[in-house]
């Protein structure tokens, strides 16, 4: 994956992929999509996508990750799209991931989430 470095979107979903999530994703500094859902990935969320700064969508839902929202996530200062539903996710939005909806311009406008079971998400824009 170090090779990519330029990469800007890598749209991966409905692909029926399994396994985990590769952290090395993390490296690549040039991602502005990150479109993984619809897949059947297991594990947790890499506290490693945190990284991605020029990241404005990650689409994560539909998979079977577990675990809790790493509150790296918040660090994602570009961010306008987080599609986490339809998971087994649990515990609570970060908070650091909430203020990227009120910080930095309120960027962050569409934060989705099965917090009406799972997820406690009290800056959700839509719970499933």
Not at 27 to 39: F, I, K, Q, T, V
Not at 80 to 99: A, I, K, Y
Request: glycine share 8%; charged share 15%; proline share 3%.
């Amino acid at each position: 994956l170090q090779h990519l470095a330029d990469l800007e979107f890598l749209w991966l979903y409905d692909n029926q992929l399994t396994g985990t999530i590769p952290a090395e994703l993390g490296a690549l500094s040039s991602l502005e999509r990150l479109e993984l859902n619809g897949n059947q990935l297991i594990g947790t969320i890499p506290a490693e996508l945190g990284a991605l700064s020029s990241l404005e969508t990650l689409s994560l839902f539909g998979n079977r990750l577990t675990g809790t929202i790493p509150a790296e996530l918040g660090a994602l200062s570009s961010l306008e799209t987080l599609v986490l539903q339809s998971n087994n996710l649990s515990g609570s939005m970060p908070s650091d991931v909430c203020n990227l909806r009120t910080t930095n311009r309120g960027l962050l406008s569409l934060l989705q989430a099965d917090c009406k079971s799972e997820v406690v998400c009290s800056c959700c824009t839509s719970c499933f």
